[in-house]
C-alpha cells in the first residue's frame, strides 16, 4: 500500500520555461537562506542564497525572492533545462545556531523535453 | 579544491558489525556536519564540530559516535546500527559554523541488515 510522506511535491515544466518553487519556512528569526539543488545519487549542491536584509538576488539563470512578512521564499529558474532536473531543497540559518541548517521538505523538478 | 570527499560511497553492515564513515575537505573551512538523509526526504543535522570540538549533538543515539581527528577529517563511527538507520549519510562543511554555506559531499549509502 501507499506510505504517507513519501512522496515529494513535484513540478512538471517545459524545456525552456520558467519554473517557480515555492518555501515555507518556520523563523522569522532566521537571518540567512540557502537553496540546494540535489541529483540523484549525489549530495546537495548550492545555488545561491540570500540573507534576511535583502528581499531578491540574482544569479546565473536563477532568481531568489525572500518575504520576511509571510515567510516565503521562491527560486526562480529562467530557461529550464533538462539538466536542471532535480529537487531543490531550501534551508534556513541563524547566526546564533552555530551552522544549524534547517532544510525545507523539498520539491521535485521534472524538465520535459 | 572545493571538494568534500567521502568513504566509502556504499557500505552494507550488520547489527553486530562496527564501520567507520570517512568524510575530507581540502578547503581551510573549520566547520565540519554530519546529516542523515532518508529517501525523498531533506537531510537531518547531526552533529557539528567547530574548530575541531563537538558543538552540536542533535540528540543522536550513542550508536553512533564522530571524531574529528584534525581540522580536515572527520568520521562517524557506527556500532550496533538498527534497519532503521538505513539512510545516506551526508558530510559537509563551512568555513565557521555561522551562516555561512555549506558544501557537501556525494554520502555515503548505508544498509543496515
Known amino acids: 500500500g501507499e506510505s504517507v510522506g513519501l512522496h515529494l511535491p513535484t513540478l512538471s515544466v517545459q524545456e525552456g520555461d520558467n519554473s517557480i518553487i515555492n518555501c515555507a519556512y518556520s523563523?522569522?528569526?532566521?537571518?540567512?537562506f540557502i537553496w540546494y539543488k540535489q541529483e540523484s545519487g549525489k549530495g546537495p549542491q548550492f545555488i545561491i542564497d540570500i540573507r534576511s536584509n535583502m528581499d531578491k538576488r540574482q544569479g546565473q539563470r536563477v532568481t531568489v525572492l525572500l518575504n520576511k512578512t509571510v515567510k516565503h521564499l521562491s527560486l526562480q529558474i529562467a530557461a529550464t533545462q533538462p539538466g536542471d532536473s532535480a529537487v531543490y531543497f531550501c534551508?534556513?540559518?541563524?547566526?546564533?545556531?552555530?551552522?544549524?541548517?534547517?532544510f525545507g521538505q523539498g520539491t521535485e523538478l521534472s524538465v520535459k523535453p | 579544491d572545493t571538494e568534500v570527499t567521502q568513504t566509502p560511497k556504499h557500505l552494507v553492515m550488520g547489527m553486530t558489525n562496527k564501520k567507520s564513515l570517512k568524510c575530507e575537505q581540502h578547503m581551510g573551512h573549520r566547520a565540519m556536519y554530519w546529516y542523515k538523509q532518508k529517501a525523498k526526504k531533506p537531510p537531518e543535522l547531526m552533529f557539528v564540530y567547530s574548530y575541531e570540538k563537538l558543538s552540536i549533538n542533535e540528540s543522536v543515539p550513542s550508536r553512533f559516535s564522530p571524531e574529528c581527528p584534525n581540522s580536515s577529517l572527520l568520521n562517524l563511527h557506527l556500532h550496533a546500527l538498527q534497519p532503521e538507520d538505513s539512510a545516506l549519510y551526508l558530510c559537509?562543511?563551512?568555513?565557521?559554523?555561522?551562516?555561512?554555506?555549506?558544501?557537501f559531499g556525494p554520502g555515503t549509502r548505508l544498509t543496515v541488515t
Open positions: 559537509a562543511s563551512s568555513q565557521r559554523d555561522s551562516s555561512y554555506e555549506q558544501y
Open positions: 523563523n522569522s528569526a532566521s537571518d540567512y
Open positions: 534551508a534556513e540559518n541563524m547566526d546564533n545556531q552555530g551552522g544549524k541548517l534547517i
